[in-house]
């Protein structure tokens, strides 16, 4: 069976950092050549994609507010993909998900909470 598992979020001050996870498991040839993807839902507001990672080897972020601070990166031989937050505002506090898209279907993670809080 299919599954995503986020890890590394929490707390982080103002200006600080976090990398999450995502680790994929029951997909069939892993994740090499699979597109993942992070999105990322704040209270109140909807659902946003921050980064994704195409299965041609493209990293790609979205949106402005997070160029040149969120990076996405995959290692396909431990089916994990990861997102590097730098210099954290509070605006990206939020649940993080993590997405596969796979013969046409959309994966989701459980999601994982992110704060950013002095």
């Known amino acids: 069976q299919e599954q995503l598992v986020e890890s590394g979020g929490g707390l982080a001050q103002p200006g600080g950092s976090l990398r999450l996870s995502c680790t994929a498991s029951g997909f069939t040839g892993g994740i090499s050549v699979l597109t993942m993807s992070w999105y990322r839902q704040a209270p109140g507001l909807k659902r946003e994609l921050v980064a994704t990672?195409?299965?041609?080897?493209?990293?790609?972020n979205y949106p402005r507010s997070v160029q040149g601070r969120f990076t996405i990166s995959r290692d396909n031989a431990n089916n994990t993909v990861y997102l590097q937050m730098n210099n954290l505002k509070p605006e990206a506090t939020a649940v993080y998900f993590c997405t596969v898209i796979k013969d046409a279907s959309t994966y989701w993670g459980q999601g994982i909470q992110v704060t950013v809080s002095s």
């Open positions: 990672h195409t299965k041609f080897g493209h990293a790609v």
